[in-house]
Protein backbone atom coordinates (compact mmCIF):
# COMPACT_ATOMS: atom_id res chain seq x y z
CA UNK A 1 0.00 0.00 0.00
CA UNK A 2 0.52 3.60 -0.25
CA UNK A 3 3.32 5.33 2.23
CA UNK A 4 5.10 1.83 2.55
CA UNK A 5 8.96 0.87 2.19
CA UNK A 6 9.42 -2.33 0.69
CA UNK A 7 12.88 -4.42 0.54
CA UNK A 8 11.64 -7.32 -1.60
CA UNK A 9 14.21 -8.12 -4.74
CA UNK A 10 12.77 -6.70 -7.98
CA UNK A 11 14.12 -5.38 -11.20
CA UNK A 12 12.97 -2.83 -14.24
CA UNK A 13 12.47 -5.89 -15.82
CA UNK A 14 9.28 -6.29 -13.84
CA UNK A 15 7.63 -3.03 -14.94
CA UNK A 16 5.98 -4.15 -18.30
CA UNK A 17 4.47 -7.12 -16.42
CA UNK A 18 3.26 -5.14 -13.76
CA UNK A 19 1.74 -3.08 -15.49
CA UNK A 20 -0.35 -5.71 -17.73
CA UNK A 21 -1.28 -7.01 -14.68
CA UNK A 22 -2.46 -3.90 -13.09
CA UNK A 23 -4.26 -2.95 -16.89
CA UNK A 24 -6.00 -7.00 -16.29
CA UNK A 25 -4.54 -7.77 -19.69
CA UNK A 26 -2.79 -11.06 -20.17
CA UNK A 27 0.84 -10.99 -21.76
CA UNK A 28 1.16 -11.85 -25.43
CA UNK A 29 1.43 -16.24 -25.47
CA UNK A 30 4.62 -16.12 -28.20
CA UNK A 31 6.67 -13.68 -26.22
CA UNK A 32 8.81 -14.85 -23.26
CA UNK A 33 9.48 -12.14 -20.48
CA UNK A 34 12.05 -12.03 -18.00
CA UNK A 35 9.96 -10.04 -15.51
CA UNK A 36 7.46 -11.00 -12.98
CA UNK A 37 4.41 -8.58 -11.95
CA UNK A 38 5.43 -6.88 -8.61
CA UNK A 39 1.22 -6.27 -8.25
CA UNK A 40 1.10 -8.13 -5.13
CA UNK A 41 4.33 -6.75 -3.24
CA UNK A 42 3.15 -2.96 -4.20
CA UNK A 43 -0.69 -4.01 -3.06
CA UNK A 44 -0.18 -6.11 0.40
CA UNK A 45 2.26 -5.59 2.97
CA UNK A 46 3.36 -8.89 3.72
CA UNK A 47 4.01 -10.18 -0.13
CA UNK A 48 6.53 -11.54 -1.02
CA UNK A 49 9.14 -11.52 -4.08
CA UNK A 50 7.88 -12.77 -7.50
CA UNK A 51 11.86 -13.57 -7.45
CA UNK A 52 14.00 -15.93 -5.79
CA UNK A 53 17.07 -15.20 -8.15
CA UNK A 54 18.10 -12.17 -10.27
CA UNK A 55 20.67 -12.19 -13.18
CA UNK A 56 22.60 -9.51 -14.14
CA UNK A 57 23.75 -9.24 -17.37
CA UNK A 58 26.46 -6.41 -19.61
CA UNK A 59 25.36 -7.26 -22.98
CA UNK A 60 25.54 -11.31 -23.38
CA UNK A 61 28.00 -11.74 -20.49
CA UNK A 62 26.81 -12.62 -17.00
CA UNK A 63 28.26 -10.27 -14.24
CA UNK A 64 26.32 -11.60 -11.50
CA UNK A 65 23.50 -13.07 -9.30
CA UNK A 66 21.89 -12.09 -6.83
CA UNK A 67 20.23 -14.96 -4.24
CA UNK A 68 18.28 -13.92 -1.11
CA UNK A 69 20.10 -11.48 0.93
CA UNK A 70 23.33 -12.00 -1.43
CA UNK A 71 25.11 -10.94 -4.67
CA UNK A 72 26.92 -12.91 -6.21
CA UNK A 73 30.00 -11.44 -8.87
CA UNK A 74 31.29 -13.48 -11.41
CA UNK A 75 32.56 -9.95 -13.58
CA UNK A 76 33.07 -6.98 -12.43
CA UNK A 77 34.02 -3.57 -14.55
CA UNK A 78 36.04 -1.53 -13.21
CA UNK A 79 35.09 2.09 -11.73
CA UNK A 80 36.50 5.41 -12.90
CA UNK A 81 39.48 6.78 -9.86
CA UNK A 82 36.84 7.79 -7.07
CA UNK A 83 38.78 11.17 -5.80
CA UNK A 84 38.70 12.58 -9.67
CA UNK A 85 34.83 11.50 -10.29
CA UNK A 86 33.69 13.20 -6.68
CA UNK A 87 35.74 16.23 -8.10
CA UNK A 88 35.02 16.45 -11.94
CA UNK A 89 31.88 14.13 -12.49
CA UNK A 90 30.05 14.75 -9.27
CA UNK A 91 30.45 17.82 -7.88
CA UNK A 92 28.35 18.09 -4.71
CA UNK A 93 25.93 15.05 -5.39
CA UNK A 94 25.03 16.06 -9.17
CA UNK A 95 26.35 13.48 -11.44
CA UNK A 96 28.17 14.65 -14.47
CA UNK A 97 29.80 11.73 -15.81
CA UNK A 98 30.26 8.04 -15.79
CA UNK A 99 31.38 6.28 -12.75
CA UNK A 100 32.41 3.35 -14.60
CA UNK A 101 36.06 3.54 -16.56
CA UNK A 102 34.24 1.66 -19.58
CA UNK A 103 31.16 0.72 -20.75
CA UNK A 104 33.00 -2.52 -22.53
CA UNK A 105 31.54 -5.73 -21.20
CA UNK A 106 34.38 -7.68 -22.04
CA UNK A 107 37.97 -6.39 -22.28
CA UNK A 108 40.23 -4.63 -20.32
CA UNK A 109 38.09 -2.47 -18.24
CA UNK A 110 36.68 -5.98 -16.63
CA UNK A 111 38.23 -8.47 -13.96
CA UNK A 112 36.57 -11.87 -13.96
CA UNK A 113 36.60 -13.59 -10.32
CA UNK A 114 37.40 -17.20 -9.84
CA UNK A 115 36.03 -17.88 -7.20
CA UNK A 116 33.44 -15.50 -7.67
CA UNK A 117 32.93 -12.04 -5.41
CA UNK A 118 29.96 -12.67 -2.21
CA UNK A 119 28.39 -10.00 -0.96
CA UNK A 120 25.61 -9.77 1.77
CA UNK A 121 24.06 -6.91 0.04
CA UNK A 122 21.14 -6.33 2.77
CA UNK A 123 24.21 -5.48 5.53
CA UNK A 124 26.40 -4.52 3.22
CA UNK A 125 24.44 -2.38 0.28
CA UNK A 126 27.60 -1.01 -1.33
CA UNK A 127 29.20 -3.96 -1.57
CA UNK A 128 32.48 -3.05 -0.29
CA UNK A 129 33.21 -6.37 2.22
CA UNK A 130 33.44 -9.36 0.23
CA UNK A 131 32.92 -12.50 1.91
CA UNK A 132 35.30 -15.55 2.09
CA UNK A 133 34.52 -17.84 -0.76
CA UNK A 134 35.68 -20.94 0.83
CA UNK A 135 33.27 -20.66 3.71
CA UNK A 136 30.19 -20.31 1.73
CA UNK A 137 30.79 -23.17 -0.47
CA UNK A 138 27.16 -24.21 -0.25
CA UNK A 139 25.86 -21.42 -1.44
CA UNK A 140 27.96 -20.99 -4.57
CA UNK A 141 26.87 -24.77 -5.73
CA UNK A 142 23.66 -23.54 -5.32
CA UNK A 143 24.08 -20.36 -7.43
CA UNK A 144 26.07 -22.22 -9.63
CA UNK A 145 22.74 -24.72 -10.04
CA UNK A 146 20.69 -21.77 -10.24
CA UNK A 147 23.24 -20.24 -13.58
CA UNK A 148 22.67 -23.81 -15.22
CA UNK A 149 19.10 -23.94 -15.34
CA UNK A 150 18.99 -20.26 -16.41
CA UNK A 151 21.36 -20.73 -19.36
CA UNK A 152 19.35 -24.20 -20.12
CA UNK A 153 16.10 -21.77 -20.77
CA UNK A 154 17.98 -18.83 -22.48
CA UNK A 155 16.50 -18.44 -26.00
CA UNK A 156 18.95 -16.80 -28.45
CA UNK A 157 17.94 -13.45 -29.43
CA UNK A 158 19.85 -10.68 -32.08
CA UNK A 159 21.39 -7.62 -29.81
CA UNK A 160 19.02 -4.93 -30.26
CA UNK A 161 21.23 -1.85 -28.46
CA UNK A 162 24.13 -2.89 -30.32
CA UNK A 163 23.28 -2.46 -33.69
CA UNK A 164 23.40 0.79 -33.68
CA UNK A 165 19.91 1.73 -34.53
CA UNK A 166 19.11 5.10 -34.15
CA UNK A 167 15.36 4.12 -33.87
CA UNK A 168 16.78 2.50 -30.28
CA UNK A 169 19.13 5.59 -29.40
CA UNK A 170 17.65 7.87 -26.24
CA UNK A 171 16.12 11.13 -27.55
CA UNK A 172 16.62 14.00 -25.53
CA UNK A 173 15.09 16.42 -27.06
CA UNK A 174 12.07 14.84 -29.36
CA UNK A 175 11.47 15.59 -32.25
CA UNK A 176 14.78 16.55 -32.76
CA UNK A 177 16.59 14.39 -30.52
CA UNK A 178 19.92 15.93 -30.05
CA UNK A 179 21.90 14.90 -26.94
CA UNK A 180 24.24 17.16 -25.04
CA UNK A 181 26.28 14.05 -23.72
Known sequence: ??????????STMDIFQTVI???GIDPP??????????KNVLLLANATSPHAVLFHYCSSRLMAVRYG?????????KLADV???AQTDCVQGSPKGEIFAGWACFGKTTTAHDPPLIFNVE?????EYALPAAEYAGLLSEVEEAV???NAGLKPAPPQLGSNN????????PPKCTCNY
Open 29 to 38: ENLTLDGKSL
Open 166 to 173: PALQPCCD
Open 21 to 23: DFA
Open 1 to 10: GAGRVSQELA
Open 69 to 77: PYKVHFVTQ
Open 123 to 127: EDASE
Open 148 to 150: QKH
Open 83 to 85: NKY
